[in-house]
C-alpha cells in the first residue's frame, strides 16, 4: 500500500487522506453546479429518458416539410425538456428518415417499437405515408401522433393507435373556408387542383362546403400531378367565374402562378388558394408578383402578425423564424408554418397526456391512448401557440383556429380568423369503441 | 438439379426457418419483408436475368397484384387467400396483355414500352382513386387479413408464409432453371437469333417468361398487401420498377440466389447507412458504385465467376 492511494485501511476503518478530501469536495461542486439539471428529474421513478420516434420526411417529395418539422421538434423537446421533461423524465427525440415513402416508413415504425425502444412514434406529414404506416403502428401497439391534416384519421379508416391532436384536417380547414369566399369574394367558384388525393381530398369537400355557404362550383380543373405547364387549363375557367380555388403544390406551383398572371394580366378574379402550395416559398420571388392581393388559408401565419400574442413570439423565436417567416440565420430558407407548429403542440399533447397516465414504460402506451383521448380543450399558449383547440377523443381528431390571410406587398397579412366552433363537423368514427 | 443445387438452396430456406427463432423482433420483421420483396425481384429476375428482357415497368405487376388483394378485400370483402389468388390472376393477366403488346419490340424499345406501360397502370391507379383512394391507398381491413385460424398480422405468421412463399419461388426458379425451357430462356438471353435458327419459338418463351415472371411479381405484390395491410399506388411507381433491377443487379442477375442477396444487402446497407449520418443515400450510392466496379455481375454472380462456375 503506498501513499498514493486515496484511502488506507486501519483498522477497519476508513481513512481519508488529503488528496482523497480534495477529490470528493470536487466531484460534490460538479455535481452541485450542475444540480439545476438533473435535480428537475429525480422524482421519476426511472431516470431514462423518454424516447419519442421521429419519422423525418429528410428525403423524397416532403423534405423541405422534414427540414422543418425537425426543428420544430427539437426546439420543443428542449423547451419541454428545460421545463422538467415529462414525469420527472427528460424526454429524447429519435430521428429516423422515412423517404417520404409508405414502405419505409411502416419499417421506421417498427425500428422506434422494437430497435430504438421508442416509447411512442409521431410527425409524419404526408397523407399516403402515415395510411401507409399507420396498420403497422396498429400491430405494434405504438402510440402514433401524425402531424397530416389529411382527413384519413377522422374519416375512421386507421386504428386507434394512431392520432392526430395537433393539426386540423382538410375537412375542416375546407368548410372554415366557404363562408369567406362566398361572402366577401364571391358566389361563383371554379376549383383548379392536382389529380391525386390530395387535391381529391379539396374537390370532394370544397362543393358541399360552398354549396352550404350559398355559392356553387361552375368549374372543376384536375391537372395531372406530371404537368410541367398550365396555358392549356386556363382558357378551361368558365366566363362567370368569380372566384378562383387553387391548390396546386409541388416544384412546378411557380410556373403555375405566372402563367396564371400572364394568362388574366390585370382583370384576374379573385383567388383563393391554400398556401401548401407555397410553403418553403418565398412569396417575394420573381413571377410571384401576381399573388398580390389575393387569399390564403394558413395554419399559423407565416409572417409575425402586429397582434402577436407573447406565446407566439416566444415559440417563434425557439424555433428560430424570423418576422418574415424564414430562418433567422438564412433569410432565403423559409419555413412550412403553416403546417409546422402541429409538431410543436403534438409534443406537447404527448408530455400532458404522458403526465395524465402517469407513464412510466411502454407497458402504459395503452393508458396514454386513453388519456389523450380523454382531452377535449387544449387553450392556446405556450403549448398550442397555434391557437385555442378542441380534440375530440372519438374520431382522434383535433379541430382548431383558421387563419384567412391576404398577400399585402409581399407579405401574409391575416385578414380573418376562424375559430374552433365554426370547423367542427359531424363524427365520422368512434375509435374508442374499438378494441386496442 | 444437381445434389449440389438443392442442398445450397435448401440450405438457405432452413437457415431462414431457424432464423425465425432466434432473430430479435425488429429484424425478424425486417427480414418478414425482405423475404417478400425477394420474391418480387425472383419474378424480375426470370425475365431480366435469365430471359434478358430489360424491363422497367415490373411494378405494374407487383401492383396487380396488390391491387388485385386490396380491391377484393376492401370491397368485397374477399378473404385472404381468395384475395390474393385473384391478385396473382390479375398479375397474370396483364404480364399476357402487356407482354403480348411489348414483346413486338426488343432491347431499349422494350425497356421504354414498358416503362409506359407501368406509368400508364400508375396513372390508371391515381384515375380511379373512388375504388383505389388514390395516392393515399387503401388499408386492408383487419378481418380481412387472416387464412382460417391464422393471422396475418401476427409477427410470427407473417414471418413463415413469408418464409413459406419464399421457399417455394426459390425452389421453383431453380427448377425452371435447371428445366429445357428455362435453358431455352437463357439461350434467348445469349442470342435470340440462334435459339430462332434452332427451331425455337422464341416469340412464345419470351411471352411465357414474362407471363411467369409477372404472375410472381404479383404473387409477392398480394402477399405484401394482405400481410402488411397497406394498398398503395407508390408501390407501382417507377420507383419499385428500379428497385427490382437494381436489387437484381446487386445480388447477381441470372443467378437464383441473387435476388434475395439483393434485396438483403439494399435494405441493411440504408438501415445501417441511415444510422450513421443523414447522407445514408450517398453512402448507398458511393456502395453501388464500388459493387458494380468491383462486382460487375453482382455479389452472387461474383461467386459464381470466382469461386463456383455452376452455381445455377
Not at chain 1, 417575394?284 to 402577436?308: C, I, K, N, V
Not at chain 1, 400532458?352 to 380543450?377: H, K, N, P
Not at chain 2, 398479375?91 to 400508364?120: C, K, P, W, Y
Not at chain 2, 394498398?231 to 428500379?242: C, D, L, P, T
Request: aromatic share 12%; with cysteine; hydrophobic share 45%.
Amino acid at each position: 500500500m503506498t501513499e498514493t492511494t486515496s484511502k488506507t485501511k486501519t483498522s477497519g476503518l476508513i481513512q481519508p487522506t488529503r488528496r482523497g478530501a480534495l477529490k470528493t469536495l470536487a466531484m460534490g461542486a460538479g455535481a452541485a453546479a450542475t444540480m439545476p439539471l438533473w435535480a428537475r428529474y429525480t422524482s421519476a421513478q426511472s431516470a431514462e429518458p423518454i424516447r419519442i420516434g421521429f419519422g423525418k420526411h429528410a428525403t423524397g417529395i416532403g423534405a423541405a416539410y422534414g427540414r422543418w418539422y425537425e426543428r420544430t421538434s427539437v426546439a420543443a423537446i428542449e423547451k419541454i425538456n428545460g421545463e422538467g421533461g415529462i414525469n420527472g423524465r427528460p424526454v429524447e427525440l429519435v430521428t429516423e428518415d422515412d423517404g417520404t415513402d409508405p414502405r419505409r416508413a411502416a419499417e421506421v415504425l417498427e425500428k422506434f417499437a422494437n430497435q430504438s425502444s421508442c416509447d411512442v412514434a409521431f410527425g409524419t406529414l404526408f397523407s399516403h405515408v402515415v395510411v401507409g404506416a399507420a396498420p403497422r403502428a396498429g400491430e405494434l401497439k405504438l402510440p402514433y401522433f401524425v402531424c397530416s391534416e389529411g382527413h384519413h384519421v377522422a374519416s375512421g379508416m386507421l386504428n386507434r393507435w394512431t392520432m392526430q391532436p395537433g393539426i386540423t384536417d382538410v375537412k375542416s380547414q375546407i368548410s372554415a373556408m366557404a363562408p369567406f369566399i362566398t361572402d366577401v369574394l364571391g358566389k361563383k367558384v371554379t376549383m383548379i387542383y392536382p389529380d391525386y388525393a390530395f387535391g381529391y381530398d379539396h374537390r370532394d369537400n370544397l362543393a358541399p362546403a360552398i354549396e352550404a355557404a350559398g355559392g356553387e362550383i361552375v368549374g372543376s380543373i384536375a391537372i395531372p400531378p406530371t404537368e410541367t405547364s398550365f396555358t392549356k387549363y386556363f382558357p378551361q375557367i368558365p366566363r362567370d367565374t368569380e372566384v378562383i380555388y387553387h391548390v396546386m403544390i409541388g416544384p412546378a406551383v411557380l410556373t403555375f402562378v405566372k402563367e396564371m398572371g400572364e394568362f388574366f394580366g390585370p382583370s384576374r378574379p379573385e383567388i383563393f388558394g391554400f398556401i401548401d402550395s407555397l410553403e418553403a416559398t418565398d412569396l417575394t420571388s420573381p413571377g410571384l408578383e401576381f399573388l398580390d392581393g389575393t387569399y390564403f388559408w394558413e395554419g399559423m401565419p407565416r409572417y409575425l402578425q402586429d397582434d402577436a400574442p407573447d406565446y407566439v413570439t416566444a415559440y417563434r423565436d425557439a424555433v428560430g423564424l424570423d418576422a418574415n417567416g424564414a430562418s433567422v440565420s438564412d433569410p432565403s430558407d423559409v419555413s412550412t408554418s403553416a403546417h409546422m407548429f402541429s409538431c410543436w403542440e403534438t409534443l406537447h399533447v404527448i408530455k400532458a397526456g404522458m403526465e395524465a397516465a402517469g407513464y412510466q414504460s411502454t407497458e402504459d402506451r395503452q393508458a396514454l391512448i386513453e388519456a389523450v383521448e380523454a382531452m377535449t380543450l387544449m387553450e392556446a399558449g405556450p403549448a398550442h401557440p397555434g391557437g385555442t383547440k378542441m380534440f375530440n377523443g372519438k374520431t382522434h381528431q383535433v379541430f382548431g383556429p383558421q387563419y384567412i390571410s391576404k398577400v399585402e406587398g409581399g407579405k401574409l397579412v391575416v385578414q380573418k380568423t376562424v375559430d374552433y366552433e365554426e370547423t367542427m363537423y359531424p363524427d365520422e368514427v368512434d375509435y374508442t369503441s374499438m378494441s386496442f | 438439379m444437381t445434389r449440389r443445387d438443392l442442398t445450397s438452396h435448401l440450405g438457405l430456406i432452413a437457415g431462414l426457418f431457424a432464423l425465425h427463432f432466434i432473430l430479435p423482433a425488429y429484424h425478424h420483421g425486417v427480414f418478414a419483408r425482405v423475404m417478400v420483396l425477394a420474391v418480387y425481384a425472383i419474378g424480375y429476375n426470370i425475365a431480366f436475368g435469365y430471359t434478358g428482357l430489360l424491363s422497367l415497368g415490373h411494378a405494374m405487376f407487383f401492383g396487380a397484384g396488390m391491387y388485385g388483394v386490396g380491391i377484393a378485400s376492401y370491397h368485397f370483402a374477399i378473404p385472404a387467400l381468395p384475395a390474393w389468388i385473384i391478385g396473382l390472376g390479375c398479375g397474370a393477366l396483364l404480364a399476357l396483355v402487356v407482354g403480348l403488346l411489348a414483346l413486338r419490340t426488343e432491347g431499349v424499345s422494350f425497356m421504354i414500352v414498358t416503362l409506359m406501360f407501368a406509368q400508364a397502370a400508375y396513372l390508371v391507379i391515381l384515375y380511379f382513386s373512388e375504388y383505389t383512394r388514390g395516392d393515399d391507398g387503401l388499408v386492408i381491413p383487419g378481418d380481412m387479413r387472416a387464412i382460417g385460424s391464422w393471422d396475418l398480422s401476427d409477427e410470427g405468421t407473417r414471418y413463415l408464409l413469408a418464409w413459406a412463399l419464399f421457399s417455394i419461388a426459390l425452389m421453383l426458379s431453380l427448377w425452371l432453371v435447371r428445366h429445357p425451357f428455362g435453358r431455352v430462356l437463357v439461350a434467348l438471353r445469349e442470342n435470340e437469333e440462334r435459339a430462332r435458327l434452332l427451331g425455337y419459338d422464341t416469340g412464345g418463351r419470351k411471352l411465357a417468361a414474362l407471363v411467369i415472371s409477372g404472375t410472381i411479381s404479383a404473387a409477392a405484390g398480394g402477399a405484401y398487401a394482405t400481410m402488411f395491410g397497406y394498398v398503395g399506388a407508390s408501390f407501382a411507381g417507377v420507383q419499385y420498377s428500379i428497385f427490382a433491377l437494381l436489387w437484381v443487379l446487386l445480388g447477381g442477375a441470372g443467378t437464383v440466389l441473387g435476388p434475395f442477396v439483393g434485396v438483403l444487402f439494399m435494405t441493411y446497407l440504408n438501415d445501417v447507412a441511415s444510422g450513421v449520418t443523414e447522407a445514408y443515400m450517398l453512402i448507398a450510392g458511393v456502395v453501388l458504385v464500388l459493387l458494380t466496379l468491383f462486382a460487375p455481375q453482382g455479389i452472387v454472380g461474383e461467386i459464381r465467376r470466382r469461386f463456383w462456375k455452376d452455381l445455377p
